[in-house]
């Protein structure tokens, strides 16, 4: 089957159609005639790969990844860079003006380390093998090393022999002085060669199927001189430099004489920057483990401003006796709540600072929120080189 693609859908797959019907395919760019197998159909879609380029977009490129043809975890390696910015920012506005009829004007925030910027990746483990899941399956991909990963992760691989752990899958964690921890989930005992492992890397410590094997559970991260408690278990946003951008913005948005409300404040990464510029902050986290990081977080940086709180977000803004002026908004990545959003309408705070990965679930709520706030600033981060994935950070103001 031949096909004439003429453009890319939000996941970075071509798009044409045959006999009315809509075929998804992959690394196939506008402007390309190919032949495809299909793999999947519904009454709806066909999904296909391709198996001969009959014509070749003039803006593809060659991957430096040898495992991307294969691998599941980028979409946009076959692209330039800009172009992938270029994808990115018309793909949020897209799904802006669909779901939300916004079409705000946004300002762009590259990543300087455009390879080599993860701090964390997971890995499956398989008949002694290390690497990602194919496309859509479960059968492996062995890889020796990730162009996305930062070096001392690449650098762990060569030696993850040294686990002997025949099946499972592991997560690797990096910080900024390229100190390491290992989890390991599996059925196995394996006999890890720790000695060997500590003098070949900085080790801090393995955690196998939730408990420490070695070391510790947690290490400190620094960004921008602010101490962060990062455990092995804890969210973390993974790229380093874009997460330094994210707090500059949150500082640039933010007044000297504001009380600021950080909902879903998980280890009180925002809460803290938040506190450098605010008269006073309110963080509220659901989960117990987090909300200790946070006031451990908090005493490492000498933050005094700031009260933590145990809670659902979304039905603990009511318990804020104070007036808030600007809450913060970093949901999961199904967005907010029902509750939760008309707590935020009915809050009245002059200012939402909405963090998203997801700009579906994202104009999903700024679609509620519009009707008492206008967008003030967008921006788009590219936190996911190379990836489909991308990370808004939008700036609502009370009319």
Do not use: W
């Not at 519904?42 to 391709?50: I, L, M, N, Q």
């Not at 996305?148 to 002085?177: P, Q, R």
């Not at 946003?237 to 009380?259: A, C």
């Amino acid at each position: 089957m031949e096909l004439n693609i003429i453009r890319l859908d939000h996941h970075g797959r071509g798009i044409a159609f045959i006999d009315g019907k809509i075929v998804f395919v992959d690394n196939a760019l506008p402007g390309e005639k190919v032949k495809v197998e299909v793999f999947r159909e519904t009454s709806k879609y066909k999904e296909a790969r391709v198996v001969e380029y009959i014509t070749l977009s003039e803006k593809r490129t060659k991957s430096k990844c040898p495992f991307y043809e294969e691998c599941g975890g980028c979409q946009l390696r076959h692209i330039s860079y800009d172009d992938t910015i270029e994808f990115k920012k018309n793909k949020v506005l897209e799904i802006l003006k669909k779901y939300a009829d916004l079409e705000p004007k946004p300002e762009i925030i590259k990543n300087k380390n455009r390879e080599y910027y993860r701090n964390k990746i997971e890995l499956q483990i398989k008949d002694g093998s290390i690497g990602f899941y194919k496309k859509r399956s479960h059968e492996l991909v062995e890889i020796d090393r990730c162009l996305n990963a930062e070096e001392a992760i690449n650098s762990f691989l060569l030696n993850a022999n040294l686990l002997h752990i025949n099946n499972g899958n592991m997560t690797i964690k990096t910080n900024y002085n390229g100190e390491l921890i290992v989890v390991i989930n599996s059925d196995e005992e394996p006999e890890i060669e720790i000695e060997a492992l500590r003098e070949k890397h900085k080790l801090v410590g393995i955690i196998l199927n939730g408990k420490v094997l070695f070391g510790s559970n947690h290490f400190i991260e620094i960004i921008d001189d602010m101490f962060f408690k990062e455990s092995f278990d804890s969210f973390f946003q993974i790229n380093r430099y874009i997460n330094s951008e994210l707090f500059r913005l949150i500082k640039e948005n933010i007044n000297s004489d504001e009380t600021v409300l950080d909902l879903c404040s998980g280890v009180g990464t925002l809460s803290i920057i938040a506190s450098q510029k605010a008269k006073k902050v309110y963080g509220i986290e659901i989960v117990e483990n987090a909300v200790r990081d946070s006031l451990i977080n908090a005493r490492m940086n000498k933050r005094e401003n700031i009260s933590f709180m145990l809670g659902d977000a979304f039905t603990g803004i009511k318990k804020i006796k104070d007036k808030i002026d600007t809450i913060i908004l970093d949901p999961p990545r199904n967005g907010l709540s029902k509750d939760g959003i008309i707590n935020v309408l009915d809050s009245e705070a002059s200012k939402i600072i909405y963090i998203s990965c997801d700009p579906v679930t994202l104009s999903r709520d700024l679609n509620v929120l519009k009707r008492k706030y206008d967008i003030e600033k967008f921006y788009i981060l590219d936190m996911f080189s190379y990836t489909y994935h991308v990370e808004c950070v939008c700036i609502l103001k009370r009319r």
